[in-house]
């Protein structure tokens, strides 16, 4: 059984890796509101101040208790959590110092949604990246290993086809964009547009936008996208948020970048860009194969 000082020790690191606590109260049992002061976390008097800042679900709790057991093996398992239950995000008072040696960091600030302008030209950086930089070199990287193969001269036959049948380069392309996008925003929470723009995705909650959301909002941006974009604009003007439909229906908000992030997040956008940018080129070359073979 861990002692307050492990659990703590342990809440700091995760804290730290997920910017927040989550807790749970069972289906039936009074729910606090927001802005309560909490006098223990999950069975632990606290050592700072602590309040209930946001909802949270019972998705976010299980990758938390992971987290804690990742951080502490020896602890096993436990505290599966209700489905069923209601969670909230809480957040500890920053202006204080740190307890028993561990500081814990507040949950970031600066959760505004970002309006329509900012986040269709990172739509276009990224649009111009994959279809104008990336398809080429993947177009010219499979010409030269077909003319390599062929001895100098790719077969009459294949250029033919090449001719004829665009429409499996289309599709691919499609997915490789939304494989592009939903990689990029689940790594780190951005693409190449939106880090130049300085926009970040990110959950409701103020944790990193997860997989199954990046998966949901993306597939909502060809809802948005229709007329032009006007679906989109019409939704993020009617919210305060600027949340278009993807982002109401994956629980998700544009954001801008806080100032003076941790080194820790631009190694995760290198690292996201560089799987989505591989990801993105591996459907184009499999388009490029498609029709060769169609």
Not at 109 to 129: C, H, K, N, S, T
Not at 251 to 273: C, H, N, Q, W
Request: aromatic letters at 12%; proline letters at 5%.
């Amino acid at each position: 059984m861990q002692s307050a000082d492990e659990f703590w020790s342990a809440a700091s690191e995760v804290v730290s890796e997920r910017g927040h606590l989550v807790i749970g109260f069972s289906e039936g049992s009074e729910q606090p509101e927001l802005g309560t002061t909490l006098e223990n976390v999950l069975g632990f008097k606290p050592r700072r101040p602590l309040t209930i800042v946001g909802n949270a679900d019972w998705t976010d709790w299980t990758e938390q208790v992971e987290t804690f057991y990742r951080i502490r093996p020896t602890w096993g398992r436990g505290k599966i959590g209700d489905p069923n239950g209601r969670y909230y995000r809480v957040e500890f008072a920053a202006d204080l110092p740190s307890f028993s040696g561990y500081a814990l960091q507040s949950v970031p600030e600066g959760l505004a949604g970002q309006p329509f302008w900012p986040r269709a030209a990172a739509r276009i950086v990224d649009y111009i990246l994959l279809n104008f930089v990336l398809v080429r070199m993947a177009g010219a990287l499979f010409r030269f290993v077909l003319t390599t193969a062929a001895g100098g001269r790719p077969p009459l036959w294949v250029l033919v086809r090449f001719s004829q049948h665009r429409l499996p380069l289309f599709f691919a392309g499609i997915c490789g964009y939304f494989a592009y996008q939903t990689i990029c925003t689940s790594v780190h929470g951005s693409t190449l547009g939106k880090r130049l723009l300085s926009l970040q995705v990110i959950q409701d909650d103020g944790s990193r936008c997860r997989p199954r959301s990046a998966i949901i909002r993306e597939l909502g941006f060809f809802v948005d996208s229709l007329f032009f974009g006007v679906v989109g604009y019409a939704a993020m003007s009617a919210n305060e948020e600027h949340k278009r439909q993807g982002d109401r229906w994956a629980d998700t908000i544009v954001r801008k970048i806080p100032k003076g992030s941790p080194e820790s997040e631009a190694g995760r956008f290198v690292l996201g860009l560089a799987i989505g940018v591989m990801a993105d080129m591996a459907f184009v070359i499999a388009g490029l194969l498609i029709m060769m073979l169609y």
